[in-house]
């Protein structure tokens, strides 16, 4: 495995200045940007149109359909699941076994996804195409503030002559840069970051909610929180938004029920204890029951408040 942080490996030569970026949602749009800004040339493609305006306002080119975009060296992915990207790809792979890429391509799928899907699609992909093009997985973590800032962390997974020619593309839009392995490793990664995000998450909320019940003060008690053992980046940033209750969306919680099924699915494949993972499966299961999911993270405090409102 290997770490890189800030601007190092990979030859400049062998780095495709033309990207190919689909999905311009709360994480993609500044994605987007920061290329552009690192004087990339993207090609974008979304289903809604403000946030293409925007991007095409700073210098991208606009397509109107994926399968334009067909003679790109690096084609991103920013979608919500595999089963868009597989939809978004089907014209994609209809172009190149009609007439194959005069040039390797990487499809760089950034979303948090299957490590076992991911890796059945990178070989869907590789047999249509003769193994001209090939599939990276690189989800990120640090929500919107890191795609923002491009200080995200990028778990990738694929091969080391891939994740050489895509490092200088990672790093104008991430700090913290590693390459875990195979396919599939970058995937299992972030499932593991979401283990440890949503439960966290789901511990500050229960905190919050028992310390507000005891007559605590939860903004005092998350601060001295901060200066000891419990302190993190969890804290940090989803921890004002709990203690204000301020739910407006800048990544919505359903997602979170997703990736621990994730973690469970890579568990049952490896025979590891994930009680944790478990628990917290549940509970976000529950939250999109409770009709909670298109809100931001911080919510699992409302739905944990109404669980306790069941119980009383």
């Not at 990207?19 to 500044?30: E, K, Q």
């Not at 008690?221 to 940090?236: C, D, E, K, M, T």
Request: glycine content about 10%; overall charge negative; proline content about 5%.
């Amino acid at each position: 495995m290997e770490h890189v942080t800030g601007s190092s490996a990979g030859s400049d030569s062998a780095v495709a200045a033309d990207i190919g970026f689909v999905g311009l949602g709360f994480m993609g749009s500044p994605m987007s940007q920061n290329l552009l800004s690192a004087g990339f040339r993207v090609t974008v493609w979304n289903r809604s149109t403000p946030a293409v305006t925007v991007l095409q306002e700073h210098g991208a080119s606009v397509v109107s359909q994926v399968a334009q975009m067909r003679d790109l060296p690096v084609i991103i992915f920013m979608l919500p699941d595999l089963n868009y990207i597989e939809e978004s790809t089907v014209p994609l792979l209809e172009s190149w076994r009609e007439n194959p890429p005069h040039q390797p391509t990487v499809l760089v799928v950034m979303s948090s996804v299957s490590p076992t899907r991911v890796r059945e699609f990178g070989e869907t992909v590789s047999a249509a195409t003769g193994g001209m093009v090939t599939v990276v997985d690189a989800p990120v973590s640090g929500g919107t503030v890191g795609a923002q800032a491009a200080t995200l962390a990028i778990m990738a997974g694929g091969s080391q002559q891939d994740y050489d020619r895509l490092l200088p593309i990672f790093n104008a839009m991430g700090k913290t840069v590693a390459r875990m392995g195979e396919l599939g490793t970058g995937s299992l990664a972030k499932a593991c970051n979401q283990l440890l995000v949503g439960t966290a998450a789901a511990a500050l909320a229960e905190a919050a909610e028992l310390a507000e019940s005891s007559g605590l003060d939860v903004q005092a008690l998350f601060a001295v929180l901060g200066g000891g053992l419990a302190g993190s980046q969890v804290l940090n940033i989803v921890g004002p938004r709990i203690i204000a209750k301020d739910y407006a969306p800048t990544g919505p919680a359903k997602f979170m029920h997703k990736d621990l099924a994730f973690v469970l699915e890579s568990a049952a494949q490896t025979g590891a204890a994930v009680p944790m993972a478990v628990a917290g499966h549940e509970l976000y299961g529950t939250l999109n029951e409770q009709g909670l999911g298109d809100l931001d993270l911080a919510v699992v405090r409302e739905s944990v408040a109404r669980l306790s409102q069941e119980k009383n």
